[in-house]
């Protein structure tokens, strides 16, 4: 299966760097969500474009939208490395049974047991309105991503200016 624009994201439940656990139709009709896959914690790409969120945090995050950051690395992992980064979004774990969200929405990678690098940014009925796919090496442009939060109303305007 591969998620695409126009489908109704399929719902899921992971939990985050602190074990709760959260749902994506938790915020249905409450809150725009941008579901960012990444294959691995503590790598470089990674790093770099999870701190880009971090460092933008008030597009990312806001009243409108809540990003979402999942990969197959367990909660503890992830606890650590949001201590360590000072990130103050949910990094999801994907950890088992393993890849089962990135499978759902077509960006695990079988072979190398990891998500690719996946963006969706869903509205707050539940529709895909943006897919973005990268290969593992390629960090990801974000400037399409707040132009899509644009488009749907999630931010009035673009901070970052790209």
Known sequence: MSVQTGDTAPDFELRDQTGQPVRL??????????????PLSFTGVCEGE?????DNLEIYVNDEVQTLAVS???????????HEQGF?????????????????YGVFDETLGIAQRGTFIIDKDGTVVYVDRNPI???????PWRAALRDIGAIDSDPVGT
């Open 25 to 38: 139709s938790d915020y249905r009709g409450k809150r725009n969500v941008m579901l960012v896959f990444y």
């Open 50 to 54: 999870m701190c880009q969120i971090r």
């Open 72 to 82: 197959v690395d367990s909660p503890p992992t992830h606890k650590r490395w949001a």
């Open 88 to 104: 103050d979004f949910p990094l999801l774990s994907d950890f088992w049974p393993h890849g089962e969200v990135a499978s759902t």
């Open 137 to 143: 090496p390629e960090a990801r442009d974000q400037a």
